[in-house]
């Protein structure tokens, strides 16, 4: 991208390595707009309006797919022509608006006359009573001048940790900066009062820039006009512009020093996810490992390949089916083996205590970081404050219908804003809420449809297949089906997940919720809801319902009367889930994620490319005058960390859910992550506005969708083990049914009898004797009384036995791993050891501090009141507080008084 | 108590109608002792120390049995007799100690000359600057003059709370101050800058007797000897003493006023548990009335009790017993049937979301609790700094040892406590941890032993009772013998109660851990394990393992050989779970809670009356002139809310762990918590000495104890369901077997055959023709193959059909509630809506409040830098704010400079 080049401010902050690297041209380019005109004043905050003619509909149309942008398009309101002639009034109100900002101490300067035409920019700048003022109300914990030492751990878990730490460093981006520092400056929330205890003698890098652009945001929030309600949100189209000199510094710099804790809480998260899966992929390599090795000693599947096995098999569909031989299942039944043996259960169990582990990890990083990042004793606000533009708009044009029908408008106009009581009731959003509602049930409706649709498409497509008379075609047919009918899966919910990514925040939007943090919670409860119905729906099916819904020899399941449910492969169906998961997996990463979040940019420049040919050499210069915060207008607003999050939790969703099936999903995971968090991180530096810094102390809704998918996926680990593996069914046979407790004879308990003069009329195969020799007896997979019994085709003991045995299994597997997590839980400390001691020992060195200086105060009482000891109006050593000089001060004050 | 006379102070948060209720000679009687000599200066805090020879057995003895003394008991180590000759020494560091106080500015009386041989006090009073600069450094939260009104809820809801929480008033004592109150006082963290914020007309008053107390003992912490390491915990004996008048004020007066926080949130707590145990007992009750109304109509017992059945049953022991007909068992089937029934599913369905709504509500009310007390924003502290007097000793005495051996013990006397590094290791601890191990261990084997006891008193009781000729005897033995068997149960858990609580002290006092909060952890962690497996160990064998190992006629299962193993009686084993838990129930808490707790206080009361007639008159008359603190030593020091919680949790298990097989369980706790209540009350006040106030925010470990039986609830409440109860079954007949869908034909069903001539020899009834006729078949209840067919005697198909179906009932149970009580947790919202609007309320109030304190200032620099805005230099504003009058101070301030 030409107009995000990597530059640089000269502010402190910034390693000085870095800073060499520009050339003088480079730096001064940088500059242009970064200040005020008179070059001195920086520029903190932009405000952007629109003037007389809306014109930027172009800047608009870009925030629209996926991004979560939370100020975006009031517009779309605008568009009412009702509104359209309160232009004029709009001014006037933006004027006033801008007297009662100037009132607070801010200073501002205009400029209406840039080369972009219809926007108008309000660039702010925050003088230091303003910003010394603002950090005393938000309680912004500052470092101090007080320095003291952090013991260094010595141990050999010290040791290990910083060796792989250092291994693991390409894997997490830089979020911490305090990382093998032995000093730490004390910190205090800032105070006027108490000004001596910090370093203020160089002003201009005392707030860095991030936490200037909050300060103001902060006055900005509480600025109203005060005839009319109109608050900020009205007046201005974007206002959470922030522009600062764009760079690839993010690896290089921590990130919350650029973007707030917010973003560097996401960072870090993604950073110990990514660590945490080396393990994991560690294990399920070794594990799928173990499978290969163990191929050739297992003997179920070498009953099935033996030569001299010589079952015959019914036939998989009717008519056109023929009766087949146990031995061609051999290359199946192998390569289950891969995937069903007694290690992936000790799989699961590890991935569920992983999950635990990464839960209690990340609980004890995210207490480090909120101590390293000064955010102990920081409340985050339960309730914001801030009304979205649109509910404003919303509750305006309420009150403008109502008046519509008794008043004049103009005079309703100026009356309304004075109502304060106005707001949107239930019976307002019932129709929103209705359409939500209807509009789910429908998107997950439509995703079950089409689940369905492909099972039908398996299911005709295998009966057409067999009929063809080539060979060779028969025995790829299921491969064949089976590879075709997941890529189709994968393409469906590739197109759905933009689909339902739209239609959760359409039916977000129509909601009109009141505040940013409820619009974020309900947009992030329907995509979650809609992408994992999404993604999940046809895994779920083949490893739960495939297979089951067959019906018998005789008396099979028909779906529209014709199609007969479809069978899994002799050797389970956990063979086809893995293919299913894999599949799914590895194309919504590659296509989505990397093809999605590079490919497109990439498109995007060479269209530009290709324009700025055809477009006169003037204009291209032109543009490369533009200001700072203009080049910064025309990129893409910062949407929100909604979508990275849900792409997270949905590839965590793969990595846990059904990792008994599947154990190389971790690896897959791990390699995909070492791409995504560079890609993140360009991406949030170089494609979007910067967005106005939040602090956070932890990762909200997140924290607890994670924890949610975590025990999901133990009770679904416990049912792919017990009833889509055939691992409870060995296990029964070995201990309740072997002669000999070796696996001899199981796949032939497994198999029921089938007399072939039971078949119905019509569904019989076409040529019996395809075999070679006339089929009396035909086996399938099932616990059903033979023939011959005195109950023919019913449920045997066996499958009762079975049946409890996979119950048991799952209850005791359920339990058993969810007391383990509980274990891991309550073993591993939320805080670390060295933090707490840590935060003692500031504690222990601040009060040190103030009682230092007590001392002199406290002598000068012991003067003053010599013996009586009242304590009754001694009231001096606060007085004197402010008339003693402070010895610790080294600020260059200049008293005006 | 004569010794606890209702007097009460003259302070203000009392209520004029208490105060008047005095006499004027209580009331100076009163204040006997809460003064300095001077009679100006109040008494904040007690310390306590021995004078040369120790003659305190008498008030240590008085903290033994269950009180978790976090302090106490120095001695026992001090009985050390190395330790004698250093009594000297401590004199000197208790001067300097002392010194070091004054230095701190706290004003001191020593007191040795009091009545009380070999105690010494000294009176500690905090002046005003003092309290001023601990409160700054603590960051207290106090009330500023600014008032706002408290909007009331005036829809229907709030309505219906109100008349709720009058009608539950007598239910919860009084812990809430602002009930009812229109207007709050903003609060703000004290300050001594903010000053003018206060309303500090009345010093006096201003903080109140508690938080004085708090900010002593915060500074008493804090002050240590400079040379040697010697802290408050070694050189006093009680230092914890905080005297106050007692009055049974507690119901009338808000608990957190008096106790502080940590002890008002354990009564809001017990309070709203008492609440909540409304409705569950109101459904329990009906529950059982449903199963009172519909004995007549249930079709298995009708069957059972049918005149014309004549269904021949195999003997219930060998040889002594013989066959009988099932009409005998009518009685018992028809009891069963009133807690085995579809109800009692949805019952503890109805607990489970119970116990979530209860946990969800606590959340709410804490946070209210902690708005309202003006704890939001206190952090606690995570690390407890305070080494413990045990921990510090021990320390003392391993360096001593060390040097011992090199070294003079003087010399190396004075230069241990130079060393700072000395600690406790692992191995020091080693021989203290591996006694917790194993009798941990031995203690839950111990439990075991004597349920199994218990197990083999019942089983042989009635094999030699019904070898008795005496009918009526025959008749009544199950009855004598569950009845006696479950009195003799709860005897011995009554005893291994008190013997488990001083066993757990006794190994968390060995193991010396170092601080208060690790102490109290140990104690709590090892009290629960051993007190739940005491109170629930025979329980759990009745519901899951009786009547489950009994083998089948011709090959029961055996003990030693002889005892056979005890059956259930027809009705399932469900009716003898709920004889079992009624009697431990009821009795522990009729015995446990309240004769312990109101006998045990009465009988001493008793004795000191008879003692006293005993005494000389002159010697009472020496006793009332007791100064109020002499008085205080010699009560009951606090021993900490850990018993009071842990009697709770144990009650809440009951309520809630086999609630499905009583549900009269929620009505028992509510009657007996209405009891409690008053009664915790009137010894927190009457009978301990008054503990200094700690700050909480929350009540802790024991909200995740509470979680964790909850959760274990749901779990066992489906097993007790599924496996105890014959409900299953019951369905499983209806929907499989029964011909016609009813009920009708279940008995006959749930019976195997079994022929007579299989019984071992000498196994066999000794009088065959005791029913009149000759037996060929009898009957027992389990599900096996007739005699009659090919594999006699085996477990039949129905058995495993039935046992899948409990186990699937397991499965969806345990997961239907765990995702109901997530999603109630999900729904309520952890902070009150009200709560959250008066916390947003209060910071725009507070912000509101500055900037008009700041519109001075900002005028100030309009006119100092006219147009430059450069934004430097304009350090004006903090200068001047140091000189400008508060126009909002309204406070005598009386200037000494």
């Known amino acids: 991208m030409s107009d995000i080049l990597p530059c640089l401010m000269h502010s402190p902050p910034l390693s000085p390595q870095l800073l060499n690297s520009l050339t003088p041209e480079e730096n001064t380019q940088c500059q242009h707009g970064l200040y005020f005109q008179d070059g001195e004043r920086r520029v903190d905050y932009i405000l952007t309006y629109h003037i007389k003619k809306p014109s930027s509909s172009r800047s608009n149309r870009q925030s629209s ?9 009031p517009e779309v309101a605008s568009q009412d022509h009702s509104m359209d002639y309160h232009e004029d009034d709009k001014r006037y109100r933006r004027e006033e608006f801008e007297g009662n900002l100037r009132d607070m101490g801010l200073e501002l300067e205009k400029d209406e006359d840039t080369k972009t035409p219809g926007v108008g920019f309000v660039k702010i700048h925050a003088p230091w009573h303003v910003l010394c003022r ?31 730490n250092k291994a693991t460093e390409p894997l997490h981006p830089n979020v911490e900066e305090n990382r093998g520092q032995h000093v730490k400056h004390l910190s205090y929330a800032f105070s006027r009062e108490k000004q001596h205890l910090f370093d203020l003698s160089d002003r201009d890098s005392f707030f860095d820039s991030k936490t200037r652009a909050s300060i103001v945001f902060e006055v900005l929030k509480r600025t109203k006009c005060t005839k009319a309600k109109y608050s900020m949100v009205i007046l201005y189209v974007f206002y959470s512009t922030l522009f600062y000199p764009k760079a690839e510094i993010v690896l290089f710099f921590p990130c919350r020093k650029y973007f707030g804790e917010k973003i560097g ?3 870090a998260w993604l950073g110990l996810y990514t660590q945490m899966l080396i393990p994991a992929s560690l294990v399920g390599v070794i594990v799928f490992l173990y499978g290969c090795a163990t191929v050739d000693n297992n003997i179920p599947s070498m009953e099935i390949c033996h030569p001299r096995n010589n079952i015959t098999m019914c036939p998989l569909c009717d008519r056109a089916c023929n009766y087949w031989k146990l031995k061609e299942a051999c290359g199946t039944a192998r390569a289950s083996h891969l995937f069903d043996n007694p290690a992936t259960v000790f799989f699961s169990i590890f991935m569920a205590l992983w999950a635990a582990m990464f839960m209690e990890h990340w609980k004890r990083r995210q207490m480090r970081l909120n101590y390293e990042w000064d955010l102990t004793g920081f409340e985050e606000e339960e309730v914001s404050d801030h009304p979205r533009a649109e509910y404003e708009l919303c509750v305006m044009q309420k009150s403008l219908k109502k008046e519509h029908k008794t008043h004049k408008v103009l005079i309703a106009y100026s009356w309304v804003f004075t109502t304060e009581k ?45 009929m063809s008379n080539n060979p060779t075609t028969r025995s790829n047919v299921r491969l064949m089906v089976k590879t075709t009918a997941a890529i189709i899966n994968l393409v469906v919910i590739l197109i759905l997940d933009e689909v339902y990514g739209a239609v959760a925040r359409w039916l977000t939007v129509l909601e ?9 919670e309900r947009l992030i409860f329907k995509t979650f809801v809609l ?25 099979y399941l028909y779906v529209f009367e014709s199609y007969r449910m479809e069978e899994c492969a002799h050797g389970g169906c956990l063979m086809e889930l893995c293919i299913q998961l894999s599949i799914t997996m590895l194309g919504k990463q590659l296509i989505q994620n990397n093809l999605f979040e590079i490919g497109i940019p990439k498109l995007k420049k060479l269209i530009r490319y290709i324009k700025s040919k055809r477009r006169s050499f003037q204009e291209e210069e032109r543009e490369k005058k533009l200001q700072r915060y203009e080049t910064d207008h025309f990129l893409e607003p910062f949407a929100g960390l909604t979508p990275e999050y849900m792409e997270m939790i949905i590839q965590f969703g793969f990595v846990t859910l059904f990792v008994a099936s599947f154990p190389l999903a971790p690896l897959f995971a791990l390699l995909n992550n070492i791409i ?14 910067r967005p106005v810094a939040a602090r956070a102390k932890d990762i909200g809704i997140w924290y607890n969708l994670l924890r949610g998918v975590a025990k999901v996926a133990v009770i679904i680990n416990a049912f792919v083990i017990s009833f889509t593996s055939d691992f409870i069914p060995r296990l029964v046979y070995q201990y309740m049914y072997s002669p ?10 497994t198999m029921s009898y089938f007399n072939v003069s039971d078949f119905q009329d019509g569904k019989e195969p076409m040529d019996p004797h395809h075999l070679g020799y006339q089929v009396e007896m035909c086996r399938y997979k099932d616990y059903r009384e033979p023939p011959w019994s005195n109950t023919p085709y019913v449920v045997s003991k066996e499958f009762w036995a079975v049946l409890a045995a996979r119950l048991a299994f799952v209850i005791v597997f359920q339990n058993v791993v969810m007391l383990m997590s509980d274990i891991v839980d309550w073993l591993i400390p939320d805080i670390p050891k060295d933090i707490s001691l840590q935060i003692h020992k500031e504690k222990i060195l601040m009060v040190e501090l103030f009682m230092k200086e007590e001392q002199g105060k406290m002598q000068f009482i012991d003067s003053m009141t010599p013996c009586d000891g009242k304590g009754r109006n001694n009231h001096a050593p606060i007085a004197r507080s402010r008339s003693i000089p402070h010895t610790h001060s080294h600020t260059h004050d200049v008293d005006y008084t």
Chains 1, 2 share one sequence.
């Open 265 to 267: 809480l996401y960072f």
């Open 512 to 520: 009109v919720p009141k505040t940013d943090r409820s619009f974020e």
């Open 676 to 689: 995504e968090i560079r890609l993140d991180a360009k991406k949030f530096v170089a494609e979007l506005r």
């Open 134 to 164: 603002e950090a005393e109300f938000m309680k912004l914990k500052m470092p101090t001048k007080k320095v003291y030492e952090v013991k260094q751990c010595s141990g050999v878990g010290a040791k290990i940790n910083t060796l792989v």
């Open 531 to 555: 992408k994992f119905v999404n993604a999940f729906t046809p895994i779920i099916y083949i490893a739960f319902f495939r297979g089951r819904l067959v019906g018998r020899p005789g008396s």
């Open 65 to 73: 797919r996926f991004t979560d942008n939370p100020r975006g398009d």
């Open 422 to 466: 106005e707001k949107l009731t239930c019976r307002d959003r019932l129709p929103a809420y209705m359409t939500n509602i209807v509009m789910m049930l429908l998107m997950i409706g439509v995703t079950f449809a089409i689940v369905f649709g492909v099972i039908l498409y398996r299911i005709s497509i295998t009966a057409a297949l067999h």
């Open 740 to 749: 000999d407790g070796s696996m001899h004879g199981f796949v032939n308990h």
